[in-house]
T-cell receptor, first 113, second 115 residues
Framework: DQQVKQNSPSLSVQEGRISILNCDYT??????FLWYKKYPAEGPTFLIS?????DKNEDGRFTVFLNKSAKHLSLHIVPSQPGDSAVYFC????????????FGRGTQLTVWP | NAGVTQTPKFRVLKTGQSMTLLCAQD?????MYWYRQDPGMGLRLIHY???????AKGEVPDGYNVSRLKKQNFLLGLESAAPSQTSVYFC??????????????FGSGTRLTVV
């Protein structure tokens, strides 16, 4: 049973525009959420995270928003750049230590010039 | 810093053969994990370890065994490979406790094909 869902397998955005990647979760016990970025033939790399006590976290061009009541989070990339083209995974955990992460199936983002 | 190193990077096995994938990390992380990535399926946890000498099952453990004899190494074994185990395997490691914002550190993956 998929506890973290990314319902859009792909997203195509023009360079300079905003990219919005969405993620939904079903387990209300999740207390920390992370986004990972993955290029072909490489391992995923940590991008940004947010605690359940916050509703927004920003790091440069990347902002993650959390709506706990809707069990929904989103990653905004502004402005999008061709180098952002990658697969983005949403992940969630529960409990006070990092431990096991539950991953979504990923969204392939393509940023075209 | 090497981070997380996986060997081998590629391997082709015949059905029924066995092999061991090696993961080594030099960050003194307590936790280590093995994931597999399949098209359209995302990352699925096979086994994980919360410390030297400990292992636990993830969501897809069947057909795999693991060992964590040393803190820095986490081995994934396939005793009798099956075509369904064709996948890309990722090892990851992490700190426990309050450093949750650091996330996992992943290796670059092992692409395994079972024919």
């Amino acid at each position: 049973d998929q506890q973290v869902k990314q319902n859009s397998p792909s997203l195509s955005v023009q360079e300079g525009r905003i990219s919005i990647l969405n993620c939904d979760y079903t387990n209300s016990m999740f207390d920390y959420f992370l986004w990972y970025k993955k290029y072909p033939a490489e391992g995923p790399t940590f991008l940004i995270s947010i605690s359940s006590i916050k509703d927004k976290n920003e790091d440069g061009r990347f902002t993650v928003f959390l709506n706990k009541s809707a069990k929904h989070l989103s990653l905004h990339i502004v402005p999008s750049q061709p180098g952002d083209s990658a697969v983005y995974f949403c992940a969630a955990k529960r409990g006070s230590t990092l431990g096991r992460l539950y991953f979504g199936r990923g969204t392939q983002l393509t940023v075209w010039p | 810093n090497a981070g997380v190193t996986q060997t081998p990077k590629f391997r082709v096995l015949k059905t029924g053969q066995s092999m061991t994938l090696l993961c080594a990390q030099d960050m003194n992380h307590e936790y280590m994990y093995w994931y597999r990535q399949d098209p359209g399926m995302g990352l699925r946890l096979i086994h994980y370890s919360v410390g030297e000498g400990t292992t636990a099952k993830g969501e897809v453990p069947d057909g795999y065994n693991v060992s964590r004899l040393k803190k820095q190494n986490f081995l994934l074994g396939l005793e009798s490979a099956a075509p369904s185990q064709t996948s890309v395997y990722f090892c990851a490691s992490s700190y426990p406790g309050p450093k949750v914002d650091l996330g996992y550190t992943f290796g670059s993956g092992t692409r395994l094909t079972v024919v």
